[in-house]
């Protein structure tokens, strides 16, 4: 079918995924009131499975997107394929974090309706976050996700640290959003539109269409994409956020709310600014180079897994920095590519932690780690293989979309970014592999210190499947990558697509 | 006229920003902001955008503030005299950064021919001559922004589930 | 000729299936020993049938090509295009022969030497693992896929250090061995890039192919690139300025030090040379570096074995001067001479190690007896071995006579090559470094028969040191461990006798084993362009040694240099009485230096290791925390003095967050906006 | 006029940025927050004087987000109190370094 967007229904068929996602939404709120009835009564689990179901059923309606064909790039969302695999990104880390969180919120005593309805619609807000051609409804993505999920990071209230990361959160959230929009009137007013494609049409492929205005308002963006990806300077939250928010709500911050940053960011910059590459390219590299280098240094030290991973997580936006700052097909594609791995092994970390956690997340510290590779064994190797990824070692998904990267980065020409991204690497096997050390050289505390640990089948579906995703990855990329490639080729080539538009 | 009547409330509208960082209790500060937000909407009166101004008035000043107000009274902060102001350094150099940044961002504004000129006042006029103050707008927003505007709904739905979802008393 | 090999995916599926069954057994039923014994040895020996099967059939055809079996495509993004390939060629079979044929001795040695230890299941699945790996490594058919392997054999190295990881200070030896392979992984990824935005592929056949056409002879870029291959060598092969992991990876079993840190892994580094020769050669400094680096290593690893008292610890630094031994020999472009001493020195040095084994295995089981906590690896308390080993003790000096040079056990001949291909290569821009070179290795084999001869005497000969109680409980190791010790000793006599050069075989006495020189012209094929790249550019290689004297007469020299040397060295240590390790005292003055390694240790801990964690305490922090936070706050915080800075810091985060933010704002806007 | 309101707009927004720099009250800090959203509704305004009646539009969008914002920020400042007694972020330290 052929989407032309000038018939407002159009929009409908466009926005398919996420009006699926925000109907299912409020479908769970209302089933988890009705059964409930009475308050005192928990919330049933297959209220769970009824999410999962959703996101499945977003996931046909993303499929069948791929049967449409988008004729301009001026409308308000982009149908192409870049969309299409993000969307299934957010999906996989939304099915994820569903799955990890089950048992989680029976434990905790939190409530099921609300949280799961909540993250469908931050999906929501992922989706248009990344798959908008406006910049409006780019904020409006950005601002549904992000009051979604600063909700969710203070979800649990009988955790005071839940409350403080949520109010830290929030409060940056929203100083960042505002640089944000002002990015956003400054565009607005220096080009008079602020559709991608017609401002990427104006700014022209040489940069000589872009004043100062325009130039302003891009860097005001780059703060508000800087503060969602969490790069440095832009970072200072992301410890305290993902240690206090209850561990896999930070395993889906981590990861999903870090992709939809970046995807919009590409999609922005590499949409609307090519003409300016030589400008936010600088800054992009810039930002690359303190965001590897500041962070694996900070996890060095850093005692707590959570912590840790909160750290790396900022390192691996350095990385994705760097293909970023490529800017090209091929380095669009390495991002998509490394997201996907990220999400995978991101949120198989975090649910090792939230099952060592255990109730109250009282279990964070490395020594809580301690022998828990032999008395847990499979669990032991999960939180490895996990581990070994986000280091880069190779037969992991994680050293492949490392490979890729470099290989964007190198043949851009930004050979002092790719030894950064090596050396900052290896540096981070310390850090990553002192967990592992603790696991399986460590003897544990007691003999049934583990004790508590209990796999549910959810759970168990969950690391089975970001294992085998992480490995297999590893080994077989060739699939993932080249839908990666088609999906980058459609971000980069959208300067044909503007034909029909002339210069009001 | 309208030039004078621009200064006076611009003059306010600043008045009641230094007013709302530099005062000593919460109520003070939020009734500063409201001085801010009423001149806001007397500008956005002289710049025509009639709507903007009545909206600004009702959502602003009449709900967000109030919404305000009511927690500052909820949590019982309407008394508190501690001082929450920084020191003396962070004064100086917060001013200083936002100075600079507020240098910049005026620069950025003044350079020639930044702004690019598309004939917007004239279109206003005609909107505002040919449908009314409501209609000028209406027509863009569900002609044109109908989709952020069904996306604004589904914020709200978040914003309200987030809201019983954290302050709702009992667990 | 086209060459089809036999079961080529089997040779590395088949230590993969052991690792897994074996990992499952340790999960599942780590009492069940006898899987692992049958699976473990059993899958490498399988592997090793393959091998061989493959190598006769390359034998007997001609004109060989490598052969590139690809399975499927691995990194398959625009024009680089990487698969999951593996190349077998005369380098690579030779490699796989000796890991899997030395491997499955030193697994069936395993059976006996781990039979009492709980992890037994686990340490074959790890044992297997580095196998194929190691398989991985040496089959790979591009620079990636030779990754994969470096990094695996990394990280079982890493494990089986580990393997008692109830013991802190072992744990720690894994934990600096993986740390300092990282800095030569570096040197690796780095070269792999520079070779492919030059050349455009990693694939090992367009690499050499295109290589002497894309660079000049001695080119910067050329250089470069083997620079950093050769950092990455000399942190997997344990070379100045990375040899510091070898020595402390001792801690774990004694068969992972004979096959992971004697015969396979630490060679990998020669090996890589050996692959990339063409690079090599094409790039006349860095061969001369990786000479020199060799022969400093070999030189100064030998003083540090002098002083030992531990008798793994004397093999470990007589394994770092033996590798350097061979980058001599890559160096100068002696590439087959490398290989050959790789060969050579796997069989022996194996043996040396298992033979320590056993004898670590008897003393500890006579400590154990008697529950004495001495030293079971000092050779202080052991002493007259001889008696109640005898296998062991022949064995180990087959060994020892090979290690020292000795004719005609193996090492003669692979070592005495090695010297002398450095006094002929001392010819061209670099004939003075050369010289050198082969001074030193010379002095370095003098050492090596120094070292060898004491480690011998203390542990075998003289009087017995363990107590009267325990020497009754001390006894030969059961034939499941002797047996590969016997067939390593035959390995470590014949082995040499596979490259006899004619100067050798012209000799009246030395020459009663035949030329053959089979080993040069088996890799003939993958040598020729670099042999023809160092003919054409370093000019008339020397016929003489730098002092004069062909090569006839200094193999001559070199053995009967050695043999004096361990004669005179066991008669002056025979005449000493030692004392047991707790009553020794300690050494003094010189020896003391070496006793503790000339404090390299000390140094870089001193230089590296403490500055990269203050920095990082520091980022942490005073970076984060305090110097944003005081940037703003340093007038009021001088007022205030010291005492204030501590409740200063509880305050506000937030502001400081925002802060952060606002630099980032104004370094951004100040890029365009100014 | 619609340019001098574009430099108002620059100067509240500076004033706000001040605010979220020197006031530790978290109710003031989101005050301030938003008088930088006002500020760029202002410029929003402004420029609309010149682009097109857009810039209108997207001011209903941004006081929509402004007003969720509100709601979620206000509920998680109350959820706060209800452990500490206190909205002052300098007492929010849990979570360091």
């Known amino acids: 079918m052929v989407i032309d967007f000038s018939s407002q229904i159009h929009y409908v068929w466009a926005l398919m995924p996420e009006i699926v996602l925000s109907a299912w939404a409020m479908l769970v709120l209302l089933v988890d009131v009705f059964q409930r009835g009475d308050r005192s009564v928990p919330s049933s689990p297959a209220i769970g499975w009824l999410t999962l179901v959703g996101v499945g059923a977003a996931a046909v309606a993303n499929g069948w997107l791929m049967t449409l064909q988008e004729v301009s790039a001026t409308g308000m969302i982009a149908v192409d394929e870049f969309r299409v695999f993000t969307n299934y990104l957010f999906l996989l880390a939304a099915a994820l974090f569903v799955l990890i969180s089950m048992r989680y919120l029976e434990q905790e005593n939190m409530r099921h309706g609300e949280l799961f309805s909540l993250v469908l619609l931050s999906v929501v807000g992922m989706m248009v976050f990344a798959g908008a051609r406006d910049l409006i409804v780019i904020f409006l993505g950005l601002e549904l996700m992000s009051v979604a999920v600063y909700v969710l990071t203070g979800a649990n209230r009988r955790d005071l640290r839940a409350a403080e990361a949520a109010l830290k959160y929030f ?15 400054l565009i607005y007013g220096g080009t008079g539109t602020i559709n991608l494609a017609i401002v990427s049409m104006i700014v022209g492929v040489d940069g000589l269409g872009a004043n100062m205005l325009v130039l302003a308002g891009m860097v005001l963006l780059v703060v508000g994409f800087g503060f969602k990806v969490a790069a440095v300077p832009f970072h200072m939250w992301t410890p305290d956020a993902y240690v206090g928010a209850p561990a896999p709500i930070t395993g889906f911050m981590a990861a999903a709310v870090k992709a939809a940053g970046f995807a919009a960011f590409g999609r922005v910059f590499m949409t609307a600014f090519p003409g300016l590459y030589d400008t936010w390219g600088a800054i992009v590299y810039w930002l690359a180079v303190i965001t590897m280098i500041a962070p694996n240094l900070v996890a060095l030290v850093a005692g707590n897994v959570k912590r840790m991973l909160a750290y790396s997580s900022i390192a691996h936006a350095g990385y994705l920095l760097v293909a970023l700052a490529a800017a090209s097909v091929l380095g669009a594609a390495s991002f998509l590519f490394y997201l996907v791995v990220y999400t995978l092994m991101t949120l198989g970390a975090f649910a090792v932690v939230v099952l060592v956690g255990r109730q109250g997340e009282q279990f964070v510290d490395l020594d809580s780690y301690s022998g828990l590779g032999w ?31 470099l290989r964007a980065a190198v043949e851009k020409g930004l050979v002092p970014l790719a030894v950064i991204l090596v050396m900052a690497s290896l540096v981070s096997y310390w850090y990553y592999l002192r967990v592992a050390w603790y696991m399986w050289f460590r003897e544990a505390p007691s003999a049934d210190s583990a004790s508590g640990i209990t796999v549910s089948p959810a759970m168990r579906v969950a690391l089975v499947a970001a294992v085998a995703g992480v490995v297999l990855l590893g080994i077989f990329p060739g699939q993932l990558l080249e839908l990666a490639e088609r999906g980058a080729a459609t971000l980069i080539n959208v300067q044909g697509m503007v034909g029909g538009f002339s210069a009001r | 006229m309208t030039t004078l009547l621009w200064y006076i409330f611009a003059a306010l509208a600043i008045g009641g920003g230094v007013g709302m960082v530099m005062g000593r209790q919460p109520v003070a500060s939020l009734l500063s902001l409201v001085l801010t937000f009423f001149s806001l909407a007397a500008i956005y009166i002289l710049l025509e955008a009639h709507f903007i101004a009545a909206v600004q008035i009702i959502v602003y000043a009449g709900a967000i503030m109030v919404l305000f107000l009511f927690v500052i009274m909820l949590l019982n902060l309407g008394h508190d ?17 936002a100075g600079v940044i507020g240098y910049m961002l005026s620069r950025a504004l003044t350079t020639e021919g930044a702004i690019v000129d598309q004939g917007g006042a004239e279109m206003i006029d005609a909107a505002l001559r040919n449908h009314n103050a409501v209609g000028a707008i209406a027509l863009p927003m569900f002609r044109d922004y109908v989709v952020p505007f069904e996306l604004t709904a589904v914020l709200l739905l978040v914003a309200m589930v987030g809201a019983v979802l954290l302050a709702k008393r009992r667990v | 000729m086209s060459f089809e090999p036999t079961l080529l995916w089997a040779i590395l599926l088949l230590p993969l299936t052991g690792f897994v069954v074996n990992g499952l057994t340790a999960f599942l039923a780590p009492e069940r020993k006898q899987i692992p014994t049958l699976v473990g040895p059993g899958v490498v020996a399988a592997a090793f ?30 024009s680089l295009q990487i698969d999951a390939a593996l190349q077998l060629d005369q380098l690579s079979i030779l490699m796989t022969l ?79 061995a993986f740390i300092v392979n990282r800095i030569g992984d570096f040197g690796f990824l780095v070269a792999m890039f520079l070779i492919f935005t030059n050349l455009g592929s990693l694939d090992f056949r367009d690499v050499f192919a295109a290589a002497p056409e894309m660079f000049t002879y001695g080119a910067p870029v050329v250089t470069a690139i083997t620079l ?27 068969p992972v030090s004979a096959l992971i840190h004697a015969a396979t892994m630490v060679t990998a580094g020669v090996y890589m040379v050996a692959r990339a020769n063409v690079l090599f050669a094409l790039a006349p400094l860095s061969s001369t570096v990786v000479a020199f680096v060799g022969a400093l290593t070999a030189l100064f690893a030998a003083t540090i074995g002098l002083a030992q008292n531990d008798i793994k610890k004397v093999l470990a630094y007589s394994t770092v001067s033996q590798l350097g031994y061979m980058f001599i020999g890559v160096g100068v472009g002696a590439y087959a001479a490398g290989v050959f001493h790789l060969m050579t020195h796997a069989f022996f040095k194996a043996l040396l190690f298992l033979g320590a084994g056993a004898v670590i295995h008897a003393m500890h089981e006579a400590f154990h007896a008697t529950h004495k906590d001495w030293d079971p690896q000092d050779m202080r308390n052991m002493g007259g071995l001889r008696r109640f080993m005898p296998i062991t003790w022949i064995t180990m000096w087959v060994a020892t006579l090979a290690i020292a040079g000795i004719w005609p056990f193996a090492g003669f001949f692979s070592k005495d090559e090695i010297i002398w291909q450095a006094a002929v290569h001392a010819v061209g821009p670099y004939a003075g470094w050369a010289k050198l070179i082969w001074f030193m290795a010379l002095a370095a084999a003098i050492l090596t028969a120094v070292y060898m001869t004491r480690l011998m005497i203390l542990t075998f000969h003289g009087e017995n040191r363990s107590g009267k109680e325990e020497a009754k409980h001390l006894h030969e190791v059961p034939p499941v461990m002797w047996v590969p010790l016997a067939v390593l000793a035959v390995l470590s006599v014949v082995g040499g006798w596979v490259n006899v050069p004619h100067e050798i075989a012209d000799l009246p006495v030395l020459g009663w084993i035949p030329t053959s020189e089979w080993l040069h012209h088996w890799l003939e094929p993958l040598t020729h362009t670099a042999d023809a790249i160092i003919a054409g550019n370093l000019g008339e290689l020397s016929d003489t040694a730098p002092v004069g004297g062909g090569a006839g007469a200094w193999a001559v020299i070199s053995f009967v240099l050695a043999a004096v040397v361990i004669a005179l060295t066991a008669r002056t240590l025979l005449g000493r009485s030692y004392r047991p390790a707790h009553e020794a005292a300690p050494a003094t003055g010189f020896l003391r ?64 967050y925002a802060f952060a933010v606002i630099i980032g704002v104004i370094l951004l806007l100040g890029f365009v906006v100014l | 006029m619609a340019d001098q309101s574009l430099f108002l707009a620059v100067i509240l927004f500076a004033i706000g940025t001040v605010g979220v720099l020197v006031r530790r009250n978290a109710i003031i800090l989101f005050m301030c927050i938003e008088l930088m959203l006002n500020a760029v509704n202002l410029a929003f305004v402004a420029f609309s004087r010149s682009v097109g009646i857009e810039g209108q539009v997207f001011v209903f969008f941004v006081m929509t987000v402004a007003a969720a914002e509100a709601a979620v920020g206000l509920a998680i400042i109350i959820s706060i109190f209800r452990h500490l007694e206190s909205v002052d972020v300098k007492d929010f330290n849990l979570l360091r370094g």
Not at chain 1, 380 to 393: E, K, P, R, Y
Not at chain 3, 60 to 72: F, R, T
Not at chain 3, 228 to 254: C, E, H, N, R
Not at chain 3, 631 to 645: C, E, K, S, Y
């Open chain 3, 228 to 254: 950093f291959l050769f950092l990455g060598a000399t942190g997997k092969s344990a070379q100045i300025p990375l040899y510091v992991w070898l020595p402390d990876a001792m801690a774990g079993p004694t």
């Open chain 1, 171 to 185: 409060l940056l959230g929203a100083f960042s959003s505002a640089f944000f929009l002002f990015g956003i009137a």
């Open chain 3, 98 to 176: 000796i890991i899997t044929g030395v491997g499955s001795l030193i697994h069936i040695f395993s059976i006996g030497y781990m039979k009492a230890d709980p992890g037994y299941p686990r340490y074959f699945a790890y044992l297997n693992l580095f196998v194929f790996f190691m398989l991985v490594l040496v089959l790979g058919a591009n620079f990636p896929v030779m990754f994969v392997g470096w990094e695996g054999v990394g990280l079982c190295s890493y494990l089986l250090i580990g393997f008692w990881f109830k013991d802190r200070e072992k744990a720690d030896a894994g934990k600096k």
């Open chain 3, 593 to 656: 230096v070496l006793q503790n390694k000339w404090y390299v240790d000390e140094i870089y801990d001193a230089i590296v290791v403490r500055p990269v964690i203050a920095t990082s305490r520091f980022l942490w922090r005073y970076v984060d925390q305090l110097i944003i936070d005081g940037l703003v706050n340093g007038a009021a915080h001088l007022a205030r003095g010291f005492g204030a800075i501590g409740s200063r810091l509880q305050t506000g985060q937030l502001n400081t």
């Open chain 1, 375 to 405: 008395q847990r064994p499979l669990l032991g190797v999960c939180m490895t293989i996990f581990l070994l990824s986000l280091a880069g070692f190779p037969f992991t998904g994680g050293f492949i979309g490392k490979v890729f990267i």
């Open chain 2, 81 to 97: 005299y501690r001082a929450d102001l920084r020191g003396l350094a962070w004064i100086v150099v917060g001013s200083v950064s």
């Open chain 3, 49 to 78: 049938v393959i091998a061989l099967v493959n190598f006769f059939r390359m034998s007997g055809a001609e004109h060989l090509d490598p052969v590139i079996v690809s399975y499927w495509s691995w990194m398959p993004v625009g």
